[in-house]
């Protein structure tokens, strides 16, 4: 097997034990996939919508559930990739880091599975959203299909970053997730609108990577329809410039770090 | 004691300098080898120099926190070294390190399985990340020949109706088992045992054995051992100790044992002085009961004994074991660090 066949066949092995270990407790994945909107957008977004809303002209359920799809199929990713550091305390990292592959690989395996198993989430979500009557036309499903991916991927990039960070034990890695996800969460304007946000929250708002894979999302979604300028912060290709310049950075630092990590004890 | 020190320091300065197989050539070369960890003060691997030649069993054995693993990381590229020079199988391990992990194979300390995985899983994950063969999501989908060499190797460790359970039904031993079965799928060139045989009953131990000294044999594969069990290193082609980070002995097993350890005869007679007389030759020593102390190192008991016309009442033939050989070797040197 030549030497790219061999990295595109690592990728695939990695990401699918990724999947495989997911629907082997696909009790527990199905029972939390669809628990997660249902408390996020029935209950926390339900009651936001029906108290804290009556000003606002568009509907704030279907504006929610954008960002929420975002954020959550961002986490999933990031929570799959610092599973990494869960296959260290196990001793499993070091069957990948024995095979003769490139770091990048294993970290793209770890990222691809999560995405495909975040993919189960994103159903749920879509599921949920009909079950309480949210509208979502075909083309907006159509693209949140599409940027899934891209949002999976900026996800994982963030993951690998974090667990980089958060390295020393698995607890330490998901809480690492759980900070920087909530975070990202309440300040992304994936929950709550940012257009009128100043001052030290302004600034966070801008520099939170989730603020630009929601907005890219919502202005797919939104284009041409009166709402786009009131929800939607810049322009989708701004946002595209932007998440691929901190995908990319953050892919390349985190296996860095986490590498060197691994190596330079 | 202070004969057997000077005997090992020769013997040590020696093995170190020239010791090395007629026929094979150096395919682990390891030269002033250097690990300290970080926030510590001693090194955990201090300026170690070795050769491991072509097809030999080498065991590399020491006590607790000797420095074993750290060394045996580094040579598999999982831990980065603070300096020094190692080249296996031609490759340097600075700038070549992905074609090292091309050639050889572990079996950690640790079993490195993924318990959600059935065993087969975790060797079909093996094999795709060394490229040996394309994934496919299904056992049934693969291809004959992976079928074939993992139901021969299953077959002969005694898991092949386990193969298709998963690993959390599995045994330790059966753990072990498996990782023998991975390690050997893509037919490495030098295959790194990290205390292999631990947590394994005598009977799987001995079946491993079996096993690896026919891979050893059939395959010419390297085998580096790491082991608590001493009796397991009588397996090796050559023995290295490492103590305290540094290498204190590198030889064969019967080197070790022949040279770093007293070989005596015990005698006694009801004429002890006669006995003594018979015996000058031989340099003899009273023990502390009255019977007579014989050393032997190029004699034979034998040719000491035909010497002996006094009726003997008493004679015992002490012969170090490896683990003697060993013990004294690792003592020594502690006894020289509380001394310093």
Partial sequence: ?????????????????????????????????????????????????????????????????????????AMTTM????????????????????????????????????????????FAFVIVAIAMKISLTPLAILCIILLAPVICLSGGALGVLITSVFSSTPKAADQGVILVAFSQMFLSGAIIPINNSSGVLGILARIMPMTYLVDLLRGLVYQGTPFYSKIVLYNPLIHLAAVTAFSVAFFVVGTFLFVRGERNR | MKRLSENSRLINQENLKENKLDTGFSIIHVSKLVKKYRKTEKAAVDNISFDVYA??????????????????????????????????????????????????????????LDLNLTAEENIRLHVSLYGIYAYKPLYRLMPKEYKDQIIGLADFLGIREDLFKPLKTFSGGMRRKLEIIRSLMHKPKILFLDEPTQG??????????DYLRRVGREQETTIFLTTHYIEEAEYADRVCIINHG????????????????????????????ALGSELEPFQPEAKGDGKIKVHFKQQTPQQILCRIRTPLTFMEVHTPTLEEAYVDLVEEKDEKKVLA
């Fill in chain 2, 200 to 209: 394994l009953d005598a009977v799987s131990r001995k079946s491993l054995w």
């Fill in chain 2, 55 to 112: 097809g030999e069993l080498f065991a590399f054995l020491g006590p607790n926190g000797a420095g074993k693993t750290t060394t045996i990381s580094i040579l598999t590229t999982t831990l980065a070294k603070s300096s020094g020079k190692v080249i296996i199988a031609g490759n340097d391990l600075d700038s070549q390190a992905k074609e090292i992990r091309q050639d050889i194979g572990i079996i950690f300390q640790n079993p490195s």
């Fill in chain 2, 246 to 273: 540094k290498i204190v002995f590198l030889g064969t097993p019967s080197e070790m044992k022949n040279r770093l350890i007293d070989k005596y005869l015990v005698l006694d007679a009801e004429n002890r002085s």
């Fill in chain 1, 79 to 122: 929570m799959s990739v610092a599973s990494l550091v869960e296959d260290r305390q196990n001793d499993f990292t070091q069957e990948f880091f024995v095979a003769p592959i490139s770091r990048y690989s294993i970290i793209t395996g770890k990222i691809i599975g999560g995405s495909i198993t975040s993919g189960l989430q994103l």
């Fill in chain 1, 1 to 73: 097997m030549k030497s790219f066949q061999r990295e595109v066949n690592a990728v695939t092995v990695i990401a699918a034990r990724e999947v495989v270990r997911f629907f082997r407790d696909w009790r527990e994945s199905l029972v939390f996939s669809f628990l997660f909107p249902v408390l996020f957008l029935g209950v926390l977004g339900g009651n936001i919508a029906q108290n804290l809303t009556g000003s606002l002209s568009y509907n704030y359920l279907q504006f929610a559930l954008l960002g929420m799809i975002a954020n959550t199929l």
